[in-house]
């Protein structure tokens, strides 16, 4: 067995939380610059694009490209440059003065400025069966879980771009899906024409999820309501597949000064993408009024490293000025 | 150091890999089932785990017990090979 050792005292000139799309992106152009770059990734690296099936609206791939080899050309890039990789989460981060200090399941981190880019993680809904029936049942990522139900019969909940994308997704698998959509269906025009066109979708527009039933630790069923005419509605189903919305990644932040917006998401006060804590910068899904895309979380990404530069530099941007 | 690790993986689970990844770079050899490729050996994590859901790590240490880890899940993980 390989025992990493680390330099307690180094300073890192950039730690990055998150290694998804705006670090990886953020860390091509810090690393090419010499800035000595450490990204910390507690889950996938690629992040939320690592478990996304396919990727159509991202600039330079006219075919579309897999989430998880967009994600590995990202890490790819980034690591040629001479960005470093841990597989650890960061839970706290302190401003030390000289220094930010970030406590880390691999241990203590010093560096000289910090990119938090943690993205969210699925929202769960709350109903009854949901935590019984986890990963028994009721899942969140249907690149992962989804090879479960060959010839199967699911249930997706959410009305969004990804329950869309997904539900597309699982009928590789699936023999038929009800949609079930609480209000109105939110996906994209082509989406929304995709899923409808797919003989194995059915869409039930105003629809809850209420609870979600199973037998001997197998789901049966989801009951719901029909919001037109108050009535319940039963649909017999082999699995859950839930994609509500996302929360973000900020509970670290508890107990820090970073200012964080009515939803727990960053905020910033100039155009420089930097945080209330001097030199503690965001991009991506994180971000404040972020508009949860590859390409904008790149492009954050990349914007944030030349703040960090001139930051490192002691120079203010230009743009502040 | 374990026996043996097994992995139950599939050809789209990003975690699958990053369980790789991290037991590479820890220095642990492993043997990988893709369920993909062997549809067969599915009932095999199903029994494991007892959950619909990859990856599905098996640690067998050596007096034979077993500990399994279903997901990428480092704090379980990492005590189950030490
Ligand atoms: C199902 C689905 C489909 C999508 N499809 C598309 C699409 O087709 N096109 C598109 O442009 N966008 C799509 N998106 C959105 C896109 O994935 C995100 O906008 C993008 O990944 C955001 O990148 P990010 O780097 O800001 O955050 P993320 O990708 O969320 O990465 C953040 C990373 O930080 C890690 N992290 C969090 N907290 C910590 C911590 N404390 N310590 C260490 N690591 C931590 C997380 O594990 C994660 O890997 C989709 C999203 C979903 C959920």
Redesign the interface.
């Known amino acids: 067995?390989?025992e990493e050792t680390t330099d307690k005292n180094k300073v890192w000139d950039v730690v990055m939380i998150g290694a998804g799309p705006a670090s990886l992106a953020a860390a091509v152009y810090t690393t090419r610059e010499d800035i000595e770059t450490v990204l910390f990734e507690?889950?996938?690296?690629?992040g939320l694009a690592?478990?996304t099936?396919w990727v159509d609206n991202y600039p330079g791939f006219p075919k579309g490209i897999?989430?998880?080899d967009l994600?590995a050309n990202l890490q790819a890039q980034a690591e040629r440059f001479g960005a470093k990789i841990e597989?650890?989460e960061v839970s706290k981060i302190e401003d030390k003065g000289d220094y930010k200090l970030l406590q880390t399941?691999e241990g203590e981190y010093k560096a000289k400025a910090i990119l938090i880019a943690t993205g969210s993680d699925y929202k769960k809904i709350g109903v009854p069966g949901e935590a019984e029936f986890y990963?028994?049942?009721v899942?969140y990522?249907a690149?992962?879980?989804?090879?479960?139900?060959?010839d199967k019969k699911l249930v997706v909940v959410g009305g969004g771009n990804s329950a869309a994308q997904e539900s597309l997704f699982l009928t590789k698998f699936a023999t038929h899906i009800d949609l079930l959509v609480r209000s109105t269906f939110k996906a994209s025009d082509i989406l929304q024409k995709e899923v409808k066109q797919n003989p194995k979708i059915t869409i039930h527009i105003g629809t809850t999820t209420d609870e979600i039933v199973g037998k001997d630790?197998k789901v049966t069923k989801v009951i719901g309501t029909d919001t037109a005419s108050g009535k319940k509605v039963e649909f017999p189903t082999d699995?859950v597949f839930v994609f509500v919305g996302l929360s973000p990644n900020t509970e670290f932040l508890a107990g820090s000064s970073i200012e964080l917006d009515n939803i727990g998401l960053i905020k910033t006060s100039m155009n420089d993408l930097q945080t209330n804590m001097p030199g503690v910068f965001v991009a991506g899904d994180v971000h404040s009024g972020a508009t949860m895309q590859i390409a904008s979380a790149v492009g954050e990404g990349a914007t944030a490293a030349l703040h960090i530069r001139e930051y490192l530099e002691g120079k203010p941007h230009p743009i502040q000025n | 150091m374990p026996k043996n690790i097994t992995i139950f993986t599939t050809n789209t689970c990003a975690y699958c890999g990053m369980v790789k990844k991290w037991l590479g770079a820890k220095g642990y050899s492993y043997e990988e089932v893709n369920i993909d490729e062997h549809p067969e050996r599915q009932q095999e994590a199903l029994q494991a785990s007892g959950q619909l859901a990859v990856p599905v790590t098996v640690v067998t240490r050596q007096d034979d017990s077993q500990e399994v880890v279903v997901g990428y899940n480092l704090a379980k993980l990492a005590p189950a090979v030490s």
């Open positions: 067995m390989v507690k889950g996938a690296i690629g690592a478990v099936d897999s989430g998880l994600s597989l650890g399941t990963a028994r049942g899942h990522c690149t992962c879980d989804g090879a479960f139900y060959r630790g699995g």
